[in-house]
């Protein structure tokens, strides 16, 4: 049996990157921290644990002390450094200081091993001052070797942002999703000699190909109610008239629209909003055109455009039809009275796991090269 190096998941979500790192065979999770009841209950629900902890509380912290784990996993908040946010960055009170939070477990508790996940625009947030924080405090202040990052003739830091940021559709799903993933390694556990053997460069992608493209992907004769009101489907429509005649590219976008020969998914969001403007499907089939139903003010669109479903969302993702698949069953499920509305939440907030599984053996790797028995 392999020894099982010990996590904790911090800002778990409904564990995305717990997911990907225990399909290596190589790890264990311990303590997890979510503070998000829904997301909770369906973290409960696919893992038989509850997440209710707050990582920011002493109470969590002095019992992190007291447990023995080797790997921080950390997917933290995104809305402050996102494009999509108030661009708040360390200023915002709460999610602004969970890096800090974060720092303060380090520090205390000395992982071997650290790997977080954010949005691309951390890299560029604040003028590149966001990430330079963040990496000269694990680099200077807990000393850390950081993946990617070379350390200059005067003891600074060198990097590029670039290099942290990696793509969903190149790691076998068909969604355009660049994220920010940071590894880094504990300087006072590893000797300098086995850490300038660690390749500096995270993988790029992998050979995973879980479908052709995103018509591979949808699932087809949806039901009637994700199709659009004909009269949503016209304020869309307007809406992206007004923006093109300002010189903008907002709007919605039919993703498989006829034409395009092998369409991805633009990145699916935890607001919804936008994540699934952007991500219309066209899907004609018979009855749906001048349909009524209650949910809906106005009859469905003739031009057969739907809404993607959180089955699709999930399987972007790779909840559905990849990490939770065994023995050619799919087990994926939520919690009964999870809303729909919630589904596309916990998805659009969630990792790509596909993306997470490489990188996991990736340190893993890095582990070995070190010296670890793994």
Not at 227 to 242: A, D, V
Not at 293 to 310: C, F, H, Q, Y
Not at 313 to 334: H, P, R
Request: with cysteine.
């Amino acid at each position: 049996m392999k020894f099982k190096f010990r996590t904790i998941d911090l800002c778990a979500g409904i564990g995305g990157i717990r997911k990907g790192f225990e399909m290596t065979g190589c790890y264990k999770n311990i303590m997890s921290a979510e503070i998000d009841m829904f997301a909770r209950l369906t973290y409960e629900h696919l893992y038989g644990e509850t997440p209710c902890y707050d990582l920011t509380s002493d109470m969590f912290k002095n019992a992190l002390q007291k447990e023995k784990y080797e790997v921080l996993l950390a997917g933290f908040p995104c809305q402050t450094f996102s494009r999509a946010g108030k661009g708040e960055g360390f200023s915002n009170k709460t999610k602004g200081t969970i890096f800090w939070h974060i720092a303060d477990i380090i520090k205390k508790t000395h992982p071997k091993g650290i790997f977080l996940e954010n949005v691309d625009n951390l890299v560029r947030h604040d003028k590149g001052n966001t990430i330079r924080i963040i990496i000269n405090t694990l680099e200077r202040e807990l000393n850390y070797k950081v993946i990617g990052v070379k350390i200059g003739d005067d003891g600074k830091p060198l990097y590029e942002g670039k290099d942290f940021i990696r793509n969903s559709r190149n790691f076998g799903v068909p969604q355009n999703r660049p994220r920010t993933y940071i590894m880094a390694f504990n300087r006072n556990k590893y000797s300098v000699k086995k850490l300038a053997a660690l390749s500096n460069e995270l993988p790029q992608g992998n050979k995973l190909n879980l479908y052709t493209d995103l018509n591979d992907l949808l699932e087809f004769k949806a039901p009637a109610e994700y199709y659009l009101s004909s009269g949503y489907f016209e304020t869309l429509k307007k809406h992206r008239i007004r923006e093109k005649g300002k010189g903008n590219g907002f709007g919605y976008k039919v993703v498989n629209a006829k034409g395009i020969e092998h369409p991805i998914a633009n990145t699916i969001m935890a607001t919804g909003g936008s994540g699934k403007e952007r991500n219309l499907v066209y899907d004609p089939q018979p009855g749906i055109a001048g349909k009524l139903i209650p949910t809906k003010m106005t009859p469905l669109n003739s031009e057969g455009i739907r809404l993607m479903t959180p089955r699709e969302w999930g399987k972007l993702q790779g909840f559905i039809g990849y990490a939770f698949k065994t023995g050619g069953k799919d087990n994926f499920s939520f919690p009964a009275g999870v809303s729909k509305c919630q589904q596309y939440k916990q998805f659009g907030n969630s990792v790509t796991i596909p993306v997470i599984k490489t990188l996991a053996d990736f340190m893993t790797n890095c582990f070995r090269t070190l010296g670890e028995d793994l």
